[in-house]
């Protein structure tokens, strides 16, 4: 068996659906971020553990909850409140931590918008770090999200994940990439200021998150980005074929580099900040 850890935020409309689906472990935490709607108060009606800790980042919320939160197996699942776990998946998790070849294993999401799996202009299949080792995973932060780092060997499950990325309305994923691209931004000038493409996992990398993570940085560096980004997701990955679905899909990452773009060039001419010296008032002299 394996613990699941279910990150949460403003999760009211999620939150149910997702615990349900991770029904099937005997040990399930919900780390939320302090939210201010009903997402705690749903999820203590379930047979769960609640913990409450204030976000800093992405990367460092999921260290502090594998180094502060104890669980009952050694093993553990991370799902997001946008996930499922489905009964195939858990399956193949019981089984892969069984063996002791690897420490931990990656996860293919499949994105699910506007009622539909997008397929093809999702980089399908695009592997996440999901089932490992709690002693042997950490995290650091890259960017809006976060990079795994572990201690040991890894490997690739064949069962998939749906991440309903856009389930409470588009309002709301324009909010939340609204702040992904000021970390995004940030992240661009530190990688273009002293950070390098890998040219060889970019063309020899040994698995789909190697090429990935190198094409990313490739990118950071290509001018007209927000167009290459919707002229390779369209017509390259063939998010034409995914429909009405693929089109909004792909115009609203072309829009989202956009931002980060804009993000970018505003970090670059920021002023500084004017220091303004204390007023001195003078002491009206005395008339003779």
Request: hydrophobic share 50%.
């Given at each position: 068996m394996f613990s699941i850890y279910i990150l949460t935020y403003n999760e009211e409309i999620d939150i149910a659906?997702?615990?349900?689906?991770?029904?099937?472990?005997?040990?399930?935490?919900?780390v939320d971020s302090i939210s201010s709607d009903r997402t705690v108060e749903i999820a203590n009606r379930y047979p769960v553990q609640v913990v409450q800790h204030e976000f800093e980042s992405h990367g460092k919320q999921r260290t502090w909850?594998?180094?502060?939160?104890?669980?009952k197996h050694e093993w553990v699942y991370i799902l997001e409140a946008d996930e499922r776990m489905t009964p195939e998946l858990f399956q193949e998790c019981l089984e892969a931590t069984k063996s002791e070849e690897f420490i931990g294993y990656y996860v293919a999401e499949r994105v699910i918008f506007m009622d539909q799996w997008i397929r093809r202009s999702t980089q399908y299949p695009r592997y996440q770090m999901r089932l490992f080792r709690k002693d042997k995973v950490w995290f650091?932060?890259?960017?809006h999200t976060e990079r795994e780092v572990c201690d040991g060997p890894t490997g690739f499950l064949k069962e998939t994940y749906p991440h309903y990325t856009c389930s409470k309305g588009l309002s709301r994923w324009l909010e939340k990439h609204n702040r992904y691209s000021s970390d995004e931004a940030k992240e661009t000038l530190r990688q273009l200021e002293s950070g390098a493409v890998s040219w060889k996992n970019l063309f020899l990398g040994s698995s789909e998150v190697e090429r990935r993570r190198a094409l990313k940085d490739l990118s950071l560096r290509l001018p007209f980005r927000p167009l290459l980004?919707?002229?390779?997701?369209?017509?390259?990955?063939?998010?034409?074929?995914?429909?009405?679905?693929?089109?909004?899909?792909?115009?609203?990452?072309?829009?989202?580099?956009?931002?980060?773009?804009?993000?970018?060039?505003?970090?670059?001419?920021a002023p500084e900040p004017r220091i303004e010296p204390e007023q001195v008032q003078a002491t009206p002299s005395s008339q003779s």
């Open positions: 659906p997702c615990i349900e689906s991770a029904m099937l472990s005997d040990d399930i935490i919900v909850m594998l180094e502060e939160i104890p669980t650091t932060d890259y960017g980004r919707f002229l390779y997701m369209y017509l390259l990955l063939g998010g034409i074929l995914d429909g009405r679905a693929g089109f909004a899909w792909c115009t609203l990452q072309a829009f989202y580099e956009y931002l980060i773009l804009l993000k970018v060039w505003e970090l670059k001419h």
